[in-house]
């Protein structure tokens, strides 16, 4: 159970405090249980830096990761010993939550068609309650002047206001006319994540549907907690069942 007498200074939340006194407290899971080394990336943000940004940040710093499994540049300044002497770059995943996961799969697409230093493949993803979006409603979403109002709406044409196609731009919508096939998609292992009350459900729901029937020759699997709302593992201030369901299945994906 988490310390309420020691102040915190740094967290990830519901899985490590970091406390002032120099401590540390792991929330949920086993250190052991994925078995990974993770890598954040501090990506610029809209509205100071709108899209295309982030996208381009993640690029290089998914580079730099792979640059770790060249040996011969061990004496380079800016190599992280952790990721150098530990790293298994047979086992690359990237992922993220809601725009973390909308920036993962174009990164996915890149990699189809660029290489990584050092021929480092991603073996696999997870998108959780990914942020895609487009002009016009599906499924459950709302219609009319309600949609154009949503949240989703509103934040994607605030973060990339020069967007080519706008709502339908293919890295906001990757089924608009003209994206890249999901075919293409340059992982082999996938795992998209929803909740039962998210607004970007369907759409999560549709990209799974259609990444399936791309023809991809890879292994897809669908995660849905049916009662909880958009990244409800991260804005839930206890760690609920529901959130250790969550962080295990992610972890479990990993090994």
Known sequence: MASTTKEIVSEIPNLINHYKDGTDERLIA???????????????????SP??????????????VASHSLHEDDTCNNKEPWLADFGDFDRVYIGGDSA????????????????????????????????????????????????QKSLSSLVLKFSFPCADG????PM????????PSLFGLGWSRLLVCV????????????????????GWKGEAEL????????????????????VKKMIKRMADFLV
């Open 195 to 214: 909740a039962g009350k998210d607004e970007l459900r369907d759409r999560n729901l549709w990209y799974y549907a259609s990444v399936k029937e791309s």
């Open 223 to 242: 995660f849905e907690v049916e009662e909880e709302e958009h990244c409800f593992h991260i804005a839930s201030d206890e760690v609920t069942e529901n």
């Open 30 to 48: 086993d250190p052991h249980e994925a078995q990974a080394i993770a890598v954040s990336v501090e990506y610029r943000l809209a509205l100071e």
């Open 166 to 169: 706008g709502l339908d731009n």
């Open 51 to 64: 899209l295309p940004a982030a996208y381009e940040d993640s690029w290089l710093a998914l580079q730099w």
């Open 100 to 147: 973390g996961g909308n920036i993962s799969h174009n990164i996915a697409i890149k990699a189809g068609v660029e290489s990584l230093n050092g021929g480092v493949k991603i073996l696999g993803a997870i998108l959780s309650h990914s942020g895609f979006w487009g002009s016009t409603p599906i499924g459950s979403e709302p219609r009319g002047e309600e949609f």
């Open 172 to 179: 906001i919508n990757s089924m608009a006319p003209g994206a």
